[in-house]
């Protein structure tokens, strides 16, 4: 969930890498640091609690040189203290970790045997130490770097400068993602291709197990095998006003305001004149979903909600089993696979660590094939996979993902009419074309409520606790929308099916309780409005995102958020955005950090 930057240059690097670690901050953290190579080759290093803007301000006109590393810090191991914070240091070397290394103790214990002392309570530390321990036999680095990561067990990102050594970086990759950044007699380095996106747009993505050394003349890497290996340079061209907040206050909102584009970008090149272009899924796609007799979909957080609402269309069209599960709970359970399943994963970033170990274990099992829905296509997860469905989003910087969610939606609703059409299965509720050709406008129209929804969210000035209700597939849009309150509102937040209300849930119900529930015109409306007449019945405020033809008017315990009309199969993708806004709303009358609330980082890159 850390960010690590490296440069080596003929120029002064500390601007860059501050840049650097500012383009980062989107994935949340608690502290930053910097070290450098001074022009008179001693090592300096500069570390701080807080923000990349404070690091900054500590760093003098003689901090200057033109190799370094720095690093943004989320605590695992300790508390956010400058001496937790990265960078670490043994002697001459510098080192900065994204991951976690499960063995440390036992190094450590070790290490400190030989006379090494600690100064903090990571398990980075044991790193450097243990890089120290065998540069010091061998003299070098390349060499102390190889037999160090072999004796890790976990995940790292690693970037090492060593001021007695030549002006080189040392890099190693497992578990955690790790790119090269190409220059002009200039090279970078960094754990995201956005931190170095002012100085360059031409990338090597490293794979699993990579190790090698970066100098300014160019790069040397070597793979799990320790064979001399070559990565493909991706030119990557982005618009970088993706990176920017233009007009609006924070990135989350410009983000939900994005959606309609985002949404066009996901439904690009996969439609044709009378239905899904099979072949925009990949060479294998219509094969795979003709042959699958089931799916089973792994993800986390906001990407597994997004699975349970694909959990619906797919079953009910397919007439095959769906499962989804956390990606780390699968993990560590024994999995009983049906024949002929496909493996699905969904991650916002394509590097989420729970979902990437839970793709490692399912490609030691018997599935059909694996396919990611992903938004980043480099990332680890696309990497791995057999098929890829990307979202197209754009990159997300708010870290309560938004556009992310509504795109993986529409990818799974495009992948269900693929399979359908795969498979032979017609069916006239669903005519791609036509159903897609709806959701600009659908979208537009609910983003235009948002004055309403402002309103509304003066309400929530003083509650601490909400309850949300959905009926079928919008129970997963409700639990959605109680993961964005509660990631940036910091207001507690659950979502029930409406049934369940009955069954515990109603026994928190008074008039401090509000309760928010999304009213489509559909099969399950009047089940719904049984049910919230037991929530008025005990007093309860209500808060009801309503269709104009589900009948619902506003009183002295309902208040209605009128919504347009919406097709039944789109509903959990036009529903989920005006609840998107509803926390945004509340979370600035909370006046809490909107696009960095505290405790949690954008990617989530350690177990």
Not at 62 to 79: C, E, M, V, Y
Not at 515 to 531: T, Y
Not at 570 to 593: F, M, N, R
Request: include cysteine.
């Amino acid at each position: 969930m850390c960010g690590i930057v490296g440069a080596i240059a003929q120029r002064p690097v500390e601007g860059i890498l501050i840049e650097g670690l500012r383009r980062l901050e989107y994935r949340g953290y608690d502290s930053a640091g910097i070290a450098l190579k001074l022009n008179n080759d001693q090592l300096s290093c500069t570390k701080t609690i807080g923000k990349v803007a404070e690091l900054e301000s500590k760093i003098t006109a003689q901090s200057t040189g033109n190799l370094g590393i720095a690093h943004t810090r989320w605590a695992t191991h300790g508390k956010p203290t400058k001496a937790n914070a990265h960078p670490h240091l043994s002697g001459p070397i510098a080192l900065v970790h994204n991951g976690i290394i499960e063995n440390y103790v036992e190094i450590r214990e070790r290490l400190k045997e030989q006379g090494y002392t600690f100064l903090s309570e990571t398990d980075s530390e044991v790193i450097v130490h243990l890089i120290h321990s065998h540069w010091s036999k061998t003299g070098e680095m390349i060499e102390a770097l190889k037999t160090s990561i072999a004796e890790l067990q976990g995940a790292y990102a690693l970037s090492v400068i060593n001021v007695e050594a030549s002006n080189e970086i040392y890099i190693a990759r497992k578990g955690s993602p790790l790119v090269i950044g190409v220059g002009m007699g200039e090279y970078f380095v960094a754990s995201d291709q956005m931190a170095l996106r002012p100085v360059t747009d031409r990338f090597i993505f490293l794979e699993e197990g990579d190790y090698g050394v970066v100098s300014a003349d160019g790069y040397q890497l070597f793979n799990d095998n320790h064979g001399e290996t070559e990565r493909d340079t991706h030119h990557i061209e982005e618009d970088a006003g993706d990176s920017d907040k233009g007009t609006y206050r924070h990135y989350m909102l410009k983000e939900i305001h994005e959606q309609p584009a985002a949404m066009q970008r996901t439904l690009e090149g996969r439609l044709g004149r009378e239905g899904v272009l099979l072949e925009a899924f990949g060479l294998e796609a219509q094969k795979l979903f003709k042959e699958a007799q089931g799916i089973c979909i792994v993800a986390c957080g906001t990407s597994y909600h997004a699975g349970i609402v694909a959990r619906y269309w797919l079953e009910k069209y397919l007439d095959i089993p769906v499962t989804v599960e956390v990606a780390s709970e699968y993990r560590y359970r024994r999995v009983v696979i049906p024949n002929k399943t496909l493996f699905v994963t969904i991650s916002q970033s394509g590097e989420t660590a729970d979902t990437l170990a839970a793709l490692y274990k399912a490609k030691e099992l018997n599935y059909l094939s694996y396919l990611a829905v992903c938004n980043v296509t480099s990332s680890s997860l696309v990497r791995e996979s057999d098929l890829l469905i990307s979202t197209n989003a754009g990159p997300e910087i708010g870290v309560a993902s938004t556009k992310a969610f509504t795109t993986q939606l529409v990818a799974f609703l495009l992948m269900t009419c693929a399979m359908m059409q795969a498979k032979g299965i017609s069916d006239e509720k669903i005519k791609p074309v036509k159903l897609f050709g709806q959701l600009n406008k659908l979208c537009r129209q609910v983003l235009s409520i948002e004055p309403i929804i402002e309103r509304t969210s003066l309400k929530f000035a003083d509650k601490d606790h909400a309850l949300f209700l959905g009926r079928g597939v919008h129970y997963p849009v409700a639990m959605e929308a109680a993961l964005k309150l509660k990631e940036i509102s910091y207001i507690h937040a659950e979502a029930y099916p409406s049934g369940e209300l009955k069954h515990g849930p109603l026994a928190l119900v008074d008039e401090n309780m509000p309760v928010i529930a999304v009213a489509p015109s559909n099969k399950l409306l009047e089940k719904l409005k049984s049910n919230l007449e037991e929530v008025k019945a005990r007093g309860g405020q209500l808060y009801v995102f309503a269709d104009s033809d589900a009948g619902f008017s506003s009183d002295q315990t309902i208040h209605v958020i009128p919504m347009p009309h919406v097709p039944e199969l789109l509903e959990p993708i036009v529903y989920s955005i005006p609840l998107q806004l509803l926390a945004y709303h509340i979370a600035l009358v909370k006046g809490t950090d909107v696009d960095q609330p505290r405790n949690l980082a954008k990617s989530v890159t350690v177990e």
